[in-house]
């Protein structure tokens, strides 16, 4: 469902002002181990935020409104059970998103986002499991980008790409899935696929949606990414959105989640693997000077993506020496959010 009186256009997320009200007829398996679906009562029986999604008043149930409007006349309701989306980034601090309660909450007692979209699941925020900080996955991932680039490391990339899914898999007890889930040629919504030699790409091609405020049936072209255009791009000897070192990082990626994080995200500042969109609005982030509305249209840039975390004030305040040496290190001398660190993108 299209609502582009309610969700931004300027970001180059592919779904940019889509809602989808279900599920995706195809999704990684391991995705809804991972999260569970807003209204999925059984399957959320822990503490955390469990009140969110047991609320009587039925939080999955949002009203879009008109702008400027007081008394919050609904352009359309929303029922957002069991259907699986995401935040576009920056989205939550948009202008646009105060009229939408799917993102900000309305006054049918909802509590936007927190209950209108899929939420990490209590095995992995309120349960007493172990966490992981090195899965067996990661070794063979790095062995197949070692081996994509030439090294020797004793195997094929394609076979360590294999068997760091296949361990993912195990780790996650589907490996029943496993046979059907890497024969797969098809792309994702960024445009790459699992099979490693299908590295095809992706073209665009025409979808179906309906018109969120009037329920019509609409034609779209969708397109992917444009590769040439991507973080990757200044990495890559040939841009592109389905080779070789996107699908070990693509998968890299979905295997780390979700107690990786920076791991990840130290993955996509030295490489911009895998594909992530430019914000739709930098309010919260000062230092983000180069971003405009207009900044989706052009290529990226590591200025749209923070690349470090500034160091902490009592670091200046309690050794101020210390401080300015430290940053004397980094690029430019400035301890800035967007300042790359010397093995990222940009950091040379």
Not at 283 to 300: G, V
């Amino acid at each position: 469902m299209k609502f582009d009186q309610h969700w931004e256009p300027n970001t180059d997320n592919p779904t940019k002002q889509i809602f989808f009200d279900g599920l995706p007829s195809k999704v990684d398996p391991r995705a809804l181990l991972y999260y569970f679906l807003p209204g999925d009562y059984k399957n959320r029986t822990q503490t955390g935020y469990v009140a969110y999604f047991t609320n009587p008043k039925a939080p999955q149930v949002e009203k879009l409104w008109a702008k400027d409007d007081q008394n919050k006349t609904a352009l359309a309701t929303v029922d957002a059970t069991y259907c699986w989306n995401g935040l576009t980034a920056g989205y939550s601090s948009d202008e646009k998103a105060t009229t939408n309660g799917l993102v900000s909450g309305s006054d049918l007692g909802g509590y936007g986002y927190i209950g209108t979209y899929p939420s990490l699941a209590d095995e992995y925020r309120n349960s007493k499991n172990k966490r992981f900080f090195f899965g067996p996955w990661e070794t063979y991932f790095l062995l197949a980008e070692a081996a994509e680039r030439g090294w020797n490391v004793g195997t094929t990339a394609e076979a360590a790409y294999y068997a760091g899914i296949k361990a993912s898999f195990e780790y996650n007890g589907i490996e029943d899935l496993y046979d059907a889930y890497i024969a797969s040629e098809d792309y994702n919504r960024v445009g790459t696929s699992v099979k490693w030699s299908h590295t095809t790409e992706p073209t665009a091609t025409s979808m179906t949606f309906k018109n969120g405020y009037t329920g019509a049936e609409e034609t779209v072209t969708y397109e992917y990414p444009k590769a040439a255009n991507t973080l990757y791009a200044k990495v890559a000897q040939t841009p592109a959105l389905n080779d070789h070192l996107t699908k070990i990082i693509t998968q890299l990626y979905i295997a780390n989640t979700p107690y990786l994080p920076q791991e990840n995200w130290s993955n996509h500042r030295r490489l911009g693997l895998p594909f992530w969109e430019i914000p739709t609005s930098t309010m919260s982030i000062t230092d983000m000077k180069d971003w405009t509305k207009d900044s989706y249209k052009s290529a990226q840039s590591i200025s749209l993506f923070v690349q470090r975390f500034k160091y902490p004030s009592s670091l200046s305040s309690s050794d101020a020496a210390g401080y300015e040496k430290a940053v004397s290190f980094l690029k430019g001398g400035v301890d800035s959010n967007l300042t790359p660190l010397w093995w990222a993108i940009g950091g040379h």
